[in-house]
């Protein structure tokens, strides 16, 4: 599908030269209104103890298999003995069906348990709401408890009456609300309780402590992380992966109907990147998410493939689509239809916004292809086009024939060298078979014996400013076909410093929001996403690209004109003499530069190399003229209408750049008209 690459002596040129351009006041490619935006699944602990603001590690003791249960990392508290229960006669539920059993020992005084959330606890002047079962025979009070792990000092804590039953669950809710931050994120939360005042042993589940969260939605998300997601402006989330949406083998593959509704009736499930996962973020929650940052919802379905396999047999494969069409209308029926009616049941009377479907992921990997290209992607697709004809469907992969209108995802991790040689990768596009960009990052260093990737070799640990250069000149040259390209989104987005299995990422964080990192690859991202184009124009020049590239294009609805550019490897500083055809002389102009000291420079706790400087200039009879140095990025918006929320044009005053410049984004491709962004 893509066949043109920039040849490697031009891509990788580094003789610094003066660079004109003039830039149409008419004519070029609409820009896809989504442009840049987010993927999202439950890798390094991005979800479970990351953006999802639970702070219980290993809550419900959820397992698919009693070998697979454990208590850890649980202690118990005072003179007790902890032990996984089987509740086969009277488990929480269907969906918990272990627990976690205290037996105190013989006189014992206290007993309890105590979690360390996941590798700490951020404790400050909040009020946390906290929710457990009980099943046992017990009358006299629980004390709940936020204190330091490093000594006794106790931030928060409450008495709770309890006339808990041998019979049945019973559920306890509560409130803590220190009056001081702790100097640290290394705290604990307990449960203890009088073992005189029990008749045996108690079994506890479904232990839940959680912060205020972003927009204070019940089960929701970690607002410290969602601020930095905000800071990207994203237009689109594709969820729920990845790699996890397949699961490794049956049955472990992401179930939507056991994601939804009480916590009480998740399951989990055996993730793929070596954790079990809580499924607190549900297909609810990752509709909530998208509507909380106003970012178009890209939803992955499954497809009947698990990533080591096996693959399900053409005549097996019926269920599966009925089960994609179940999923869809628990998200796009009305309240009269079956599983519409669910989800009215479950807070949502309303259907939601949903206009992209991607069917499976990455299914060009290992076996997977011959299966996908042969009856898989043809029988969702025309399953759900039936029934959903006005939903635009994307295939997880562009390596094989696309039918219709179809899009494809395409997925690249590379070297930097590699992705500057990409610049025009996607000049051949087809705005018939448009691309969703869906997942790319420099997660190597240039080896002049190997121009690709290498997963033999180690990934850099964080992104690296010779690589967040490339990128950005990869994503130009998306940009300068966007009305081909649906939009990019870097991946992965989190990474938990404590426990990841996927290096390089976006964003680091822990416990502590006071350590989170935003990589040099963040920071590129953020600039080029807040200055958007929405009609990209012609550009006449007699330069050619390299080591300066560039993209140029008007936001129509602000009035504003924008200039991006990336210098990779030049020798020295390059010149550049910017002339809009549309704009006036004496116009004023914001330029923002972004540099790093060195190639290999990256962002780590306490660290951020990322140099970034903005001043305002004036055009005069030539243009803009500016140097940009030699390993660069840089964003040149002209001064337009600004009353919207944006400033310098952002998307025509559009939050997040997220209004669609057309409900029917196909339909306003094909007219050829230019969007007003809004």
């Known amino acids: 599908m893509h066949t043109a690459i920039l040849p490697t002596s031009l891509a990788l040129a580094n003789i610094a030269a003066a660079v004109t351009l003039n830039v149409g006041g008419a004519g070029g490619n609409p820009s896809n209104p989504l442009q840049y935006g987010l993927f999202f699944e439950d890798i390094n602990h991005s979800g479970d103890g990351g953006i999802y603001a639970e702070l219980i590690q290993n809550r419900a003791f959820q397992a698919n298999s009693t070998d697979n249960a454990t208590f850890a990392p649980w202690r118990p508290v005072g003179e007790s003995t902890l032990a996984i229960q089987s509740n086969d006669q009277k488990p929480l539920s269907d969906a918990l069906p272990y627990s976690v059993s205290v037996t105190p020992d013989d006189g014992a005084k206290t007993a309890g348990i105590l979690n360390p959330g996941y590798w700490g606890i951020d404790i400050r002047p909040q009020v946390y709401t906290g929710s457990f079962y009980v099943r046992g025979d017990y009358n006299g009070k629980f004390t709940v408890s936020l204190q330091s792990n490093l000594s006794d000092e106790v931030f928060a804590s409450k008495q709770i009456d309890s006339h808990a039953s041998a019979t049945e669950w019973t559920q306890h809710n509560f409130t803590l609300n220190p009056s001081e931050a702790a100097p640290n994120s290394n705290n604990t939360f307990s449960i203890s309780y009088d073992p005189g005042r029990a008749k045996g042993p108690l079994g506890f589940n479904l232990i839940s402590l959680f912060p205020p969260t972003f927009n204070d939605r019940p089960n929701g998300m970690r607002i410290d992380l969602m601020q930095e997601l905000q800071g990207l402006s994203p237009s689109f989330l594709r969820f729920p992966g990845g790699n996890n949406l397949e699961g490794d083998d049956p049955p472990n593959y992401w179930k939507w109907n056991q994601t939804i509704g009480s916590l009480t009736q998740r399951p989990g499930r055996a993730g793929v990147w070596g954790y079990y996962n809580s499924d607190g973020i549900g297909l609810d929650e990752y509709f909530d998410w998208s509507e909380d940052l106003d970012a178009e919802p890209i939803l992955g379905i499954w497809a009947g493939f698990y990533l080591l396999g096996p693959v399900v047999p053409e005549n097996e494969l019926d269920p599966y689509v009925q089960d994609a069409l179940n999923e869809l209308e628990y998200v796009l029926g009305g309240p009269d239809t079956k599983y519409g009616a669910m989800r009215a049941a479950n807070g949502y009377p309303n259907p939601r916004k949903l206009r992209y479907v991607e069917i499976g992921n ?8 011959e299966s996908y290209a ?29 039918p219709d209108n179809i899009s494809g995802d395409y997925h690249t991790y590379t070297r930097p060298d590699q992705f500057v040689s990409q610049f025009n990768f996607f000049d051949v596009n087809s705005t018939d078979h448009q ?6 990052a420099a997660v190597q260093q240039n080896d002049p014996a190997k121009f690709d990737v290498d997963f033999d070799f180690p990934r850099n640990p964080f992104p690296f400013w010779l690589g967040t250069v490339s990128e950005a000149i990869f994503l130009l040259g998306a940009e300068n076909n966007a009305n081909a390209i649906i939009g990019a989104s870097w991946a992965p987005l989190f990474q938990n410093l404590n426990s990841y299995a996927w290096a390089p990422d976006l964003i680091s964080f822990a416990a502590d929001p006071g350590i989170t990192v935003r990589s040099t690859s963040y920071q590129m991202n953020a600039l080029m996403a807040r200055s958007r184009f929405t ?9 050619k690209p390299g080591p300066a590239f560039w993209a140029a294009g008007d936001n129509t609805a602000s009035g504003t004109s924008v200039f991006k550019g990336a210098v990779y490897n030049a020798t020295a500083p390059v010149p550049f003499t910017i002339k809009f055809d549309s704009v006036k002389q004496g116009t004023a102009a914001n330029l923002t530069v972004l540099t790093a000291p060195e190639d290999l420079s990256y962002a780590d706790v306490g660290n951020n190399p990322v140099d970034t400087t903005t001043r305002t200039i004036e055009s005069d009879e030539a243009g803009y003229s500016f140097e940009l140095p030699p390993l660069s990025v840089a964003v040149l918006e002209t001064e337009g209408d600004r009353s919207g929320p944006w400033g310098f044009g952002g998307y025509g005053g559009c939050k997040n750049g997220a209004k669609r410049q057309s409900e029917d984004w196909q339909s306003w491709l094909s007219s050829g008209k230019e969007g007003n962004g809004c």
């Open 362 to 369: 990455e299914d060009y990997l290992g076996d997977g292809l």
């Open 374 to 402: 042969g009856y898989r992607l043809n029988a969702f697709y025309t399953a759900i086009k039936e029934k959903y004809p006005d939903l635009n469907i994307i295939s997880s992969t562009v390596y094989t024939t696309l």
């Open 435 to 440: 691309t969703l960009i869906g997942e790319y």
């Open 535 to 543: 009609q990209q124009r012609p550009i006449k020049t007699d330069d």
